[in-house]
T-cell receptor
Framework: QKEVEQNSGPLSVPEGAIASLNCTYSDRGSQSFFWYRQYSGKSPELIMFIYSNGDKEDGRFTAQLNKASQYVSLLIRDSQPSDSATYLC??????????????FGQGTRLTINP | DAEITQSPRHKITETGRQVTLACHQTWNHNNMFWYRQDLGHGLRLIHYSYGVHDTNKGEVSDGYSVSRSNTEDLPLTLESAASSQTSVYFCASNDGGNIQYFGAGTRLSVL
């Protein structure tokens, strides 16, 4: 079993709808979780991070974490064509404060259709 | 502006040759990372460093090495390039906070 799993998609969503991206992880001790966005041919950029169970909102983006189910999700409200990208889920396996050792899922390719 | 740069951006080499990919950051970040990205695999960690003279193996370190002689640079060396090492390579840095900042990537082809 891979440490971090995502549905590779492609996921197609109409403009204005909610896009829902999902991720599961295997290490129960994981404490911090990240969503990176990567446009085609570009480098990844961080859009959200979450540490605590529940929801965390930032503009049109909401990250959801359920540690009991080992599940992280990203919701994008009012989806725009500019949201079309690959979304990478990452889990920090470093046990040292201030250190990162990220394990990434394979990414979900999202397409927003006008 | 502070930044992280990778060079070269594109490289074609032959099987068996030694290749070094450069990564330079001007943020004075202690943490630096090398990843490779292949279709269907996302980003996979090759090596990482938490400071000068510190290096650690990631999940796909076989055939790669790094050294950290200063804060700004973490060069990645392929000792004897293999076709399986054809990939896009990303360098990243982090100051201990939440964000990893990625370079623009190096596309390496091993023929």
């Amino acid at each position: 079993q891979k440490e971090v799993e995502q549905n590779s998609g492609p996921l197609s969503v109409p403009e204005g709808a909610i896009a829902s991206l999902n991720c599961t992880y295997s290490d129960r001790g994981s404490q911090s979780f990240f969503w990176y966005r990567q446009y085609s041919g570009k480098s990844p950029e961080l859009i959200m991070f979450i540490y605590s169970n529940g929801d965390k909102e930032d503009g049109r983006f909401t990250a959801q974490l359920n540690k009991a189910s080992q599940y992280v999700s990203l919701l994008i409200r009012d989806s725009q064509p500019s949201d079309s990208a690959t979304y990478l889920c990452a889990v920090n396996l470093a046990g040292i404060q201030g250190a990162q050792k990220l394990v990434f899922g394979q990414g979900t390719r999202l397409t927003i259709n006008p | 502006d502070a930044e992280i740069t990778q060079s070269p951006r594109h490289k074609i080499t032959e099987t068996g040759r030694q290749v070094t990919l450069a990564c330079h950051q001007t943020w004075n970040h202690n943490n630096m990372f090398w990843y490779r990205q292949d279709l269907g695999h996302g980003l996979r960690l090759i090596h990482y460093s938490y400071g000068v003279h510190d290096t650690n193996k990631g999940e796909v370190s076989d055939g790669y090495s790094v050294s950290r002689s200063n804060t700004e640079d973490l060069p990645l060396t392929l000792e004897s390039a293999a076709s399986s090492q054809t990939s896009v390579y990303f360098c990243a840095s982090n100051d201990g906070g939440n964000i990893q900042y990625f370079g623009a990537g190096t596309r390496l082809s091993v023929l």
